[in-house]
C-alpha cells in the first residue's frame, strides 16, 4: 500500500506539471485538428474514388478513425522528448536511482498522469471538432466503450515502454537522437496514424499486429471503438496489447539493470 501511494502521488505530479503548459496543449489542440482535416478529406476522397468500403471502413468509420487518432496523439504520446535521456548523458540520472522507488515504474506513474491529463484535454478537442463537420461512428455495442478505455490504456504503457528502451540508449550511445529518428519513422508509418493498416494486405498486418508494438499503441484502440470487428476479435486484440504491455516492461526492467551495471562501471 504505501508503494501504491508513491506511485498515486507521482502520477498526480505528472498531472500537474503538464497542466501548466496551457499555451502548449492549445498549439496542440490546433494543430492536431489542422492536420485531422486532411487526413479526413484524403481518406474520404478515396473512399468516393473507388465507391465502396475500404478495408471494412465506410465513411462514417473513416471520419471516426482519424479524430479518434488526432485526439490520441498527445494520449499516447507518440513523439515524447529524450528528458530521460538527457539525465542519463548528464548525471542526473544517479538522483533517481537514489530514490526509494523503481525508476521504470517512477517514470510510468508519472507518465499516466500525463496520459490523463491528454485525455481531458487533447483527445476531447479534435474530437468535438470532427463531430462538428462529419458524420462520425457511435459504437453500437455497449461493451465496446470500456473496452476501448482499457485498450487505449494498454496503447499508453507500450508506448511508455518503447520510449523508455529508446531513452535508456543513452547508458550505451550517450546520445539518444539517432533512436529516437528511427522510433519517430517507425511509429508513425506502423502505428495506424499515417493511414489504416487495415489498407495493408491481412498476412502483413497479422504479422506487425503479433510481431511489432506498434499497431498496440494506436491501430487496435481505433479498430476496437470503431467496431470494424466482432467482439471475439476486439477481445483477441487486445489480448495482444496485453502481451505487449507486459513484454515492453519486463525489457524496460532488464535494460535498466544492465544500464545502471554500466553507469557503475563507468564511474556514475
Known sequence: MPQLTVYAALAAAGFRRYATYRQAILAACFTNTTFGFLRCFILLAAY????????????DR?????????????????????????????????????????????????????AGLAALTRFGFPLAVGALFFDLYAPRRAATYPLFALSVGLGVVVSFGCRFLVNAAAYWLL???????????????LCGLAFPLRFLPSAVVTVLTVATPFPSIMQIPLDVVTERVGPGAQLRLVAVQVAWAAGVLVLCRLVQRRGERRLVVQGG
Do not use: K
Not at 530521460?84 to 508519472?110: F, S
Not at 529516437?180 to 511509429?187: F, K, N, P, R
Open 62 to 114: 473513416l471520419a471516426t478513425f482519424v479524430w479518434l487518432g488526432q485526439g490520441l496523439i498527445g494520449v499516447v504520446l507518440l513523439w515524447g522528448p529524450l528528458e530521460y535521456a538527457e539525465r542519463i548523458r548528464t548525471g542526473d540520472v544517479v538522483a533517481d536511482l537514489l530514490r526509494p522507488v523503481d525508476v521504470v515504474w517512477q517514470q510510468l506513474a508519472g507518465d499516466l498522469g500525463r
Open 48 to 59: 468516393r474514388a473507388t465507391g465502396h468500403a475500404l478495408a471494412g471502413y465506410a465513411p
Open 175 to 189: 546520445d539518444a537522437r539517432g533512436p529516437l529518428m528511427v522510433w519517430q519513422v517507425a511509429t508513425t508509418a
